[in-house]
């Protein structure tokens, strides 16, 4: 079992920038894609980015590409958010895989993913 923490949500302006952080406890020693995903009111949850276990391999959605970053640190997991938009408002989710492949990461579906956290909001305003 992996626990998954969020961290890192607020109320921000657009342009602006966050930071949110998910840690992971449990079997932390185990291999696990990673990914953050979001739920707006109304939508469906979406991906937004994902990071294989060595950190190597990354994929955004169209949507966030060149302004969110994601990267990993052992049990550690960030998704640096710059130039923030109205429409980046949701709920974040972080979500874990297991896997045996250290490089692989393009996992995007929903019921891909193993665990997840309990969520973190994020507002930016007009």
């Known amino acids: 079992q992996v626990q998954l923490d969020e961290s890192g949500g607020g109320l921000v302006q657009t342009g602006g920038s966050l930071r949110l952080s998910c840690a992971a406890s449990?079997?932390?020693?185990?291999?696990?894609?990673m990914g953050w995903f979001r739920q707006a009111p109304g939508k469906e949850r979406e991906c937004v980015a994902t990071i294989s276990w060595s950190g190597v391999n990354t994929y955004y959605a169209d949507s966030v590409k060149g302004r969110f970053t994601i990267s990993r640190d052992n049990a550690k997991m960030l998704l640096q958010m710059n130039s923030l938009k109205p429409e980046d408002t949701a709920v974040y989710y972080c979500a874990a895989k297991g896997t045996s492949n250290r490089f692989t990461y393009y996992f995007t579906a929903s019921h891909q993913y193993d665990y997840w956290g309990q969520g973190t909001q994020v507002t930016v305003s007009s």
């Open positions: 449990g079997r932390t020693g185990s291999r696990y894609v």
